[in-house]
């Protein structure tokens, strides 16, 4: 895989995840982009690459409801994942 299919995947993983959150609310966004700070050293850009981290962080902020959030997310990708190889982490942030 080269390096643009590679940014553009975290460019629309970054995407979804915001797009999820800010729908819930400012606060929710906010929150969950500073546990990515300081729990984790980076930024949501970076849950593409630490599909871990976002589920940790979503379970951390929602409890069992994050299941909700992830599913929004995973339909925003749908609409990608033939085109791009997000599938993997779609399943990753599934488990």
Same mark, same amino acid.
């Given at each position: 895989m080269d /390096? +643009?299919? +590679?940014q553009?995947?975290?460019?629309?993983?970054? !995407?979804a995840v %915001?797009?999820? !959150?800010?729908?819930? *609310?400012? @606060?929710?966004f906010?929150?969950? &982009? =500073?546990?990515?700070?300081?729990k $984790?050293?980076? +930024?949501?850009m970076?849950? $593409?690459?630490? @599909?871990?981290?976002?589920t &940790?962080? !979503?379970? %951390?902020? #929602? *409890?069992? /409801?994050h299941? &909700?959030v992830? =599913? /929004?997310i995973?339909?925003? !990708?749908? =609409? #990608?994942? $033939? %085109?791009? @190889?997000? %599938?993997?982490f779609?399943?990753?942030? =599934?488990?």
């Amino acid at each position: 895989m080269d /390096s +643009t299919h +590679t940014q553009v995947e975290r460019v629309l993983v970054s !995407l979804a995840v %915001e797009k999820t !959150l800010l729908q819930i *609310g400012r @606060p929710v966004f906010d929150k969950v &982009e =500073n546990l990515f700070r300081e729990k $984790y050293r980076c +930024t949501i850009m970076d849950a $593409y690459d630490h @599909p871990q981290y976002l589920t &940790e962080i !979503l379970k %951390e902020v #929602f *409890g069992k /409801s994050h299941v &909700e959030v992830i =599913n /929004s997310i995973r339909e925003f !990708l749908t =609409n #990608f994942k $033939y %085109e791009y @190889p997000i %599938e993997a982490f779609i399943e990753k942030i =599934n488990k």
